[in-house]
């Protein structure tokens, strides 16, 4: 497991990976500059490797 974080919207948010496995994924995409952050966690879920709660302060991420 592991934690990480970053700002978004001038907001720290941290970042707790469920499996090792799932920290070690990598992922290319290109997004507008107008995208927003919800729609880039929507993206990456959509390729069906992971699964993304969010909330207020905390995002998990998972294996799908």
């Given at each position: 497991?592991?934690?990480?974080?970053?700002?978004?919207?001038g907001r720290?948010?941290?970042?707790?990976?469920?499996?090792?496995?799932?920290?070690?994924?990598?992922?290319s995409?290109g997004?507008?500059?107008?995208?927003?952050?919800?729609?880039?966690?929507?993206?990456l879920?959509?390729?069906?490797?992971?699964?993304?709660?969010?909330?207020?302060?905390?995002?998990?991420?998972k294996?799908?």
């Amino acid at each position: 497991h592991g934690v990480a974080g970053f700002a978004v919207g001038g907001r720290d948010i941290d970042v707790e990976y469920a499996t090792e496995e799932v920290k070690n994924y990598h992922f290319s995409a290109g997004f507008k500059r107008s995208s927003t952050f919800t729609e880039v966690l929507e993206i990456l879920e959509k390729t069906g490797k992971i699964n993304i709660e969010l909330n207020e302060k905390k995002i998990t991420v998972k294996p799908n």
